[in-house]
């Protein structure tokens, strides 16, 4: 009798800790939204990345100059043991002068809105001339062969499915042309490739983006043209044959130096198992890389702003790296991953933040084969703390910059906000901060500082 | 032993069915997103509605072209079996020319961002000049008293709370001030009011929206400025007496009719079990009423169209019914409940769009205590179809339009997109067509269209 009643009495403290347990944390992520939307500064870092420093291509000043800024940043927030910049190789590119590209039919002459994509090779001085053939994706090439393709411009007009709820499939299922567009022509003697933009808005904004150049095949210049001028050329090629003038004078540099930003916090009780959270401080060199990817940074650095605020004292070891070279080369990630390797360290989770500063809608996560089916059921505990703000936590990518860890056999996790209106701004000019709206940016920020939260304090 | 194999075959039957049967439901729901989002027209619609009509405020002649042109549309949807226009009344009000408000302090003058609030009279052609007195909300007039109100302009300057993750709460906590700041200060003498405008933006834009004068008191003047003017304003007053100078021309006239427009399509088994799908097609006369509420007629008017033209055929009625006067007076609501009612019929299930055009959320729903628990948990079933597109299904608000139906005991389903930027737009010249986004639009009226379908096939 006694020894049910101790029983009892154990089981009800345990349960009794438990909902306290549970209750804290509860309040303790309350505490965390509140904070960031009243008082987080993501914003202003935002602001200063995107309109004062600008785009920031890897390899640039302005990127440089976005690892100092961030740098000083983060050596202001208390809880903070260490920031550091480290070293990685990146290509260098340079767009040159503003793009021209005209066509010619009947007797009539008309200006393109194009932008030479990322790695492109420049068309000299003088520019070049062709006749325009339309194809629909890479796979046409050979079905109308070098006979047809030879010293033409080929215009590679497949869109995006606006039929994919999910934009970045439908991106995903679009991008081969920008990618690998410009070499697959070259290889059937084609001088140069202008590519649809991959976005799902019809407008004037052309959009770049990374192209590829294969090692064997001769290099091509490579430039896409907004969806609006890709349609209407579209039209014009179904009756009319349609020449193309395309002059822009972008060059390849020899590789340089450049810098990854790390921020660490050393865990109380388990230093050796690291939480990362990072995004690419660097950009496209057009507009001022506020979605893709200031706003990934400045929520990696909110996270320790407000862990710091809240007077949080992690038990794990949290990391806020900022990667450099996503875009064009994953120079950063592949260094960060490297001397971890090296050192023999184990991130238990890395979230990555590269899908823009819009209303958060959850996570994906992904892993080696023999862990994630251990570490997906075990996320199952924290939906009773993400379901009130309508966070999924499920199955699916992690991110360019925090793959590479993936030998190591932690979690990473992918922060999913709402993609709908990413792919409108993605790569362009108009990738400024005036687009971010500061609550949808403020809550993505609050719901990866959760996250960092739970899993700082029930492990995985 | 054949009786096992017989309980066996036949569970293997229904079981099989019943596959088939979600497995077509999942299909059908796929190609209303798909036809929706490539071949849906409610942007055009809503084009038209916004940026051809403009404001549409009741009693207005925009108001009777917007229910010209829906009726218009309506009938050329193939499978509506009646359009028709119901009768309602409604206030009239008019701004009148552009109001004037400017501060004065030290030797300093400043002109603010503002706008009457609908309802408001005006202050007659010379206006009116008082000392600013500003409170924090209604309950600070009462601890003022008339010895400090008496001849002043009261200024409600309480924020919306940005702690708030949920927009629509943090506005239904705040709005209090601009529906009755105007009775109560003058109450208390006050000669006028200027209300904070009720956004969690900070930015140059007045938001109107409407404000009632209780019968026993002397109605006031009662304007809106911008939460930036706001913020100037409460600064000076907090060490400087600060004058104002009020100018609106406003007009409250006579009621006159307007109208609902309903379309219908009968059911083919249970055609007394309606099933509607609303929004309101009156806005307010600043901007074009696209996000509120051109957005939820569009809507309700894609989710017949998409099924017209997926060649759908209702068990269920299906009304889409554009409520008239929802911002200033639900004339249109009650006289559409009070004609059902006298029919005797039964709203199954109704849903209002009314929080703008953003990416989807979910439902929440509401209705009779007697009967919403046995809905809410038959709502479960529809989980395994909704989930794949992360929406909810929740307790909560079901629509001001749709509410008056609550006593048929159907069920009552409010829409809910995202909310982080609808309150941006609210009620201002901004809540325009360019600021929607139109696949975040076509995916709302997909999100409708399956939860109809859903409805109609499973009943509830």
């Known amino acids: 009798m006694i020894k049910s009643l101790k029983l009892i009495l154990f089981i009800t403290i345990c349960f009794t800790q438990q909902l306290i347990s ?15 939307l009243s008082d987080g500064i993501c914003d202003q870092w935002l602001s200063f990345l995107s309109d004062s420093i600008g785009g920031r291509l890897a390899g640039s000043q302005n990127a440089l100059d976005a690892v100092d800024y961030t740098l000083n940043e983060l050596k202001k927030i208390d809880i903070v043991d260490t920031v550091y910049k480290q070293e990685c190789i990146v290509p260098k590119w340079e767009r040159g002068e503003k793009e021209v590209v005209k066509i010619f039919y009947d007797n009539e002459e008309m200006e393109l809105n194009a932008l030479a994509l990322g790695n492109s090779k420049g068309t000299g001085e003088n520019g070049l001339t062709g006749e325009i053939i339309e194809v629909f994706g890479l796979d046409t090439l050979n079905m109308l062969g070098r006979e047809k393709l030879e010293g033409k411009i080929v215009f590679f007009n497949r869109p995006m499915n606006p039929k994919r709820i999910n934009t970045g499939y439908a991106y995903g299922e679009a991008v081969d042309q920008r990618v690998h567009g410009a070499s697959r022509a070259s290889l059937y003697g084609a001088k140069a490739v202008l590519v649809r933009s991959v976005t799902t808005q ?10 590829t150049y294969q090692e064997d095949v001769e290099p091509i210049p490579s430039l896409a043209i907004s969806t609006n001028d890709a349609n209407k050329l579209g039209v014009l090629l179904d009756s009319k044959k349609v020449m193309g003038y395309i002059r822009n ?125 251990k570490y997906l059921a075990n996320l199952q505990k ?15 990518g992690g991110g360019a910059d925090i793959n590479p860890l993936k030998s190591q056999k932690g979690l990473l996790i992918g922060f999913k906000p709402d993609g709908q209106r990413y792919f409108d701004f993605h790569h362009t000019e108009a990738d400024v901060f005036k687009n971010v709206n500061v609550r949808e940016l403020k809550l993505g920020a609050a719901s990866i500082t959760s996250l960092v939260y739970l899993i700082d304090q029930r492990g995985l």
Request: charged share 20%; glycine share 10%.
């Open 202 to 211: 019809s407008d004037d904004l052309p959009h770049t983006g990374v192209q």
């Open 249 to 373: 004078t972008s060059q390849i540099l020899p590789p340089t130096t450049s810098y990854n930003v790390v921020a660490e916090i050393r865990g109380q009780s388990k230093p050796d198992e690291i939480i990362l959270v990072g995004g690419h401080l660097d950009s496209w060199d057009v507009g001022g890389g506020a979605h893709d990817d200031g706003s990934g940074c400045v929520h990696s650095m909110q996270v320790i702003h407000t862990l710091s605020n809240l007077n949080y004292k992690p038990e794990r070891t949290l990391r806020c790296v900022l990667f450099m070279n996503e875009e064009n080369g994953l120079g950063g990630a592949l260094a960060y991953a490297k001397e971890s390797n090296r050192k023999g360290e184990f991130h238990l989770a890395a979230i990555e933040s590269d899908s823009g500063g819009f209303t958060p809608r959850g996570f994906t996560c992904t892993g080696e084969p023999s862990v994630l089916p």
């Open 382 to 396: 924290f939906d009773v703390f993400l379901d009130p703000y309508d966070l999924y936590l499920k199955p699916g």
């Open 22 to 36: 549970q209750d804290e944390e509860a309040f303790f992520i309350k505490d965390i939204y509140e904070y960031t």
